[in-house]
């Protein structure tokens, strides 16, 4: 079986995603934001142009994916959404691995989404797609490799304690933990810049003041970010000693946790 190549940047095929145009009309009220059928269609796209370094970042993901890959074993993507990370991984992967990719989301559309893609091209390992909500608790079994990206931050605080506790139990040794967080400055003063020149970042990249503006309202009571320490200090807490920085843009940050 030969390891799928694709555009480690997230797309599969030369297909181009539809343009993320959530919030360009102003709305009398703003919801908090969700996953569901509006933010999947558009959700590719809405990750090339707010998540900086966005391929790069699926590049690295995938590298040390296959790293820690370990045969007969499960490689977790948790709040997988259209799956752009299992497509990134099986870029790196040896051919014919026996490995199961396992997603999990709480977004059926999502699911949907990642479904129809891998099925459309003929994704070469073996993979299960299933509902969950992070919050609620989940179930982690031999696994050598569990992804986070920018899921984290989504899982109100009170649960992530328990979600690390979770992923470090089902864990194998040699495993590890791979995280992609929005992340706060450590000081106010670095945390101000920071978000100032991510919102510049995503002017560059077409989105107008009043989409900047409508979206970071929505997500306000939905993305709780921690300071890098912080989310370092849940990995010691759930067992992980060997911890180490992979990422770092302005407030996004990369993080690998291994299992001795």
Not at 34 to 40: D, P, S, V
Not at 46 to 56: D, F, H, I, K, T
Not at 142 to 170: C, E, K, W
């Amino acid at each position: 079986m030969t390891a799928l190549k694709t555009d480690v940047a997230s797309r599969p095929s030369a297909e181009v995603p539809p343009q993320d145009k959530l919030f360009a009309a102003p709305r009398k009220r703003i919801d908090d934001f969700n996953f569901g059928k509006e933010t999947a269609a558009v959700f590719d796209d809405m990750l090339n142009r707010s998540v900086p370094y966005y391929g790069e970042i699926q590049r690295m993901v995938g590298e040390l994916t296959a790293d820690f890959a370990q045969e007969k074993t499960a490689i977790y993507d948790l709040g997988c959404s259209t799956a752009n990370s299992f497509f990134a991984a099986a870029h790196f992967m040896k051919p014919g691995q026996d490995v199961q990719f396992i997603g999990i989301d709480n977004s059926k559309e999502m699911l949907d989404k990642s479904r129809r893609k891998l099925e459309e091209t003929g994704f070469p390992y073996a993979y299960d797609l299933r509902m969950g909500d992070m919050n609620h608790g989940i179930g982690i079994d031999n696994a050598s490799v569990v992804l986070m990206s920018l899921t984290l931050q989504f899982v109100r605080p009170l649960h992530r304690d328990s979600l690390l506790q979770t992923i470090y139990n089902g864990l194998k040794p040699n495993g590890c933990v791979i995280l992609v967080e929005k992340v706060l400055g450590e000081d106010s003063t670095f945390n101000r810049l920071f978000i100032k020149h991510y919102y510049e970042y995503k002017a560059r990249n077409g989105y107008s003041e009043m989409e900047i503006s409508q979206k970071r309202e929505a997500l306000e009571n939905v993305l709780i970010p921690y300071r890098l320490e912080e989310n370092k200090e849940l990995l010691r807490r759930a067992g992980f000693s060997s911890i180490d920085i992979f990422f770092k843009w302005y407030n996004f940050c990369g993080i690998i946790a291994f299992k001795e």
